[in-house]
T-cell receptor
Framework: AQSVTQLDSQVPVFEEAPVELRCNYSSSVSVYLFWYVQYPNQGLQLLLKYLSGSTLVKGINGFEAEFNKSQTSFHLRKPSVHISDTAEYFC??????????????FGKGTLLTVNP | DAMVIQNPRYQVTQFGKPVTLSCSQTLNHNVMYWYQQKSSQAPKLLFHYYDKDFNNEADTPDNFQSRRPNTSFCFLDIRSPGLGDAAMYLCATGRLAGGQETQYFGPGTRLLVL
């Protein structure tokens, strides 16, 4: 079984400040890791994913995340946020092996609010 | 552009009146998912199809059913909606290839039950 913990339910920041959204996971098998963003009344949009290879993953909209296997973390970062980054951010994991292990397990989400 | 489409975007129904939500995809993905998302919560998986094979989550109420007549379309039927079924319903698709899968989500249908 897998689980995801997003340590902060809400993160307020000022525009142009850096931000880090934290995500830790627990799994007995190797995992794939994802960050999704959800704007109000919209579906989830894939920001970035870690499947294998380089532990630093770059995504859309200037976001990046680093996979740390020893700390079982996959924190999302952006060096300078914009008002338009205000949204809910979900971290998710899935397993490698077949069948139901491909299903996503989501964290509870972090609401990022960017203030002027 | 290849995409996941959900119709309608907003649906209002009456307590106990059956409702059907639809999802279509142009991605030609072999897996389709239905999620329920309540306010300020993570999406909760209801069921998924791997090709035509239907997989129901253990805690999905019997009130919820699904049909996938072909690769492109998938429907969510709520037989007798209750007030607690008001939520955003998200459809997602995925393609299993090379031992990995990424899910792509539609814009969602927000269901209101009166």
């Amino acid at each position: 079984a897998q689980s995801v913990t997003q340590l902060d339910s809400q993160v307020p920041v000022f525009e142009e400040a850096p931000v880090e959204l934290r995500c830790n996971y627990s799994s007995s098998v190797s995992v794939y890791l994802f960050w999704y963003v959800q704007y109000p009344n919209q579906g989830l949009q894939l920001l970035l994913k870690y499947l294998s290879g380089s532990t630093l993953v770059k995504g859309i909209n200037g976001f990046e995340a680093e996979f740390n296997k020893s700390q079982t973390s996959f924190h999302l970062r952006k060096p300078s946020v914009h008002i338009s980054d205000t949204a809910e951010y979900f971290c998710a994991v899935s397993g490698h092996s077949g069948g139901s292990n491909y299903k996503l397990t989501f964290g509870k989400g972090t609401l990022l609010t960017v203030n002027p | 552009d290849a995409m996941v489409i959900q119709n309608p975007r907003y649906q209002v129904t009456q307590f106990g009146k059956p409702v059907t939500l639809s999802c279509s995809q142009t991605l030609n993905h072999n897996v389709m998912y239905w999620y329920q998302q309540k306010s300020s919560q993570a999406p909760k998986l209801l069921f998924h199809y791997y090709d035509k094979d239907f997989n129901n989550e253990a805690d999905t109420p019997d009130n919820f059913q699904s049909r996938r007549p072909n690769t492109s379309f998938c429907f969510l039927d709520i037989r007798s909606p209750g007030l607690g079924d008001a939520a955003m319903y998200l459809c997602a698709t995925g393609r299993l290839a090379g031992g990995q899968e990424t899910q792509y989500f539609g814009p969602g249908t927000r269901l209101l039950v009166l």
